[in-house]
């Protein structure tokens, strides 16, 4: 069974370009969310994506935008790449949009951001 | 307020001792309480996790305790071993899905 998977592993920009990151989430979840990790910090939450919607947003600009696909898999996009966005961008996924019991995240090795 | 408060940032302990982090919060809207584990270079890996219903909970060498009323919750990892070297961050969930991290604990446990 795999886990939740991302790609690319690394990479790196530079300012004001733009980045696609990419998320398959694990068997039988449908719920795709995505966290920023800072260095040295703890993860961040930028969005939650369920039947294809977006569903909650943390404090992100709109330069932070996202996408799931019917196979619940999902992407990240972040325009006019800042100095800052240098990061861990972290994908987790769960079941049933995890409002309630015991269903939990589980996150994906996430993506090393650079901008350079 | 959205923070979940944690301490220590960085712990230091001898194997076969207790390593302890604890974690504070203010919205009683958090609905579930989970530790996670980190290595350097991965991602975070789910630990254990506890409802804010249950005082304790018990997964081997780790254990959850949570005081509701005082809104702490701490993580005690017993006969700790040097494989156990990592950033602990405890996380409190809000209704629906969104996870509120807390700063990290960095710990060693030295042979």
């Known amino acids: 069974d795999a886990g939740v998977t991302q790609s690319p592993t690394h990479l790196i920009k530079t300012r004001g370009q733009q980045v696609t990151l990419r998320c398959s989430p694990k068997?039988?979840?449908?719920?795709v969310s995505w966290y920023q990790q800072a260095l040295g910090q703890g993860p961040q939450f930028i969005f939650q994506y369920y039947e294809e919607e977006e569903r909650q947003r943390g404090n992100f600009p709109d330069r932070f935008s996202g996408h799931q696909f019917p196979n619940y898999s999902s992407e990240l996009n972040v325009n006019a790449l800042l100095l800052g966005d240098s990061a861990l961008y972290l994908c987790?996924?769960?079941?049933?949009?995890?409002?309630?019991?015991?269903?939990?995240?589980?996150f994906g090795a996430g993506t090393r951001l650079s901008v350079l | 307020q959205q923070q979940v408060k944690q301490s220590p940032q960085s712990l230091i302990v001898q194997k076969g001792g207790i390593s302890i982090i604890n974690c504070a919060y203010e919205n009683t809207a958090f609905d579930y309480f989970p530790w996670y584990q980190q290595f350097p270079g991965k991602g975070p890996a789910l630990l254990i996790a506890i409802r804010p219903d249950v005082s304790e909970k018990k997964e081997g060498r780790f254990t959850i305790s949570f005081n509701k009323s005082a809104k702490q919750f701490s993580l005690h990892i017993m006969d700790s071993q040097p494989g156990d070297s990592a950033t602990y961050f405890c996380a409190a969930r809000l209704t629906g899905g969104k996870l509120i991290f807390g700063q990290g604990t960095e710990l060693s446990v030295k042979p």
């Open positions: 987790a996924s769960s079941w049933k949009g995890v409002t309630s019991g015991e269903n939990i995240q589980y």
């Open positions: 068997s039988g979840h449908d719920t």
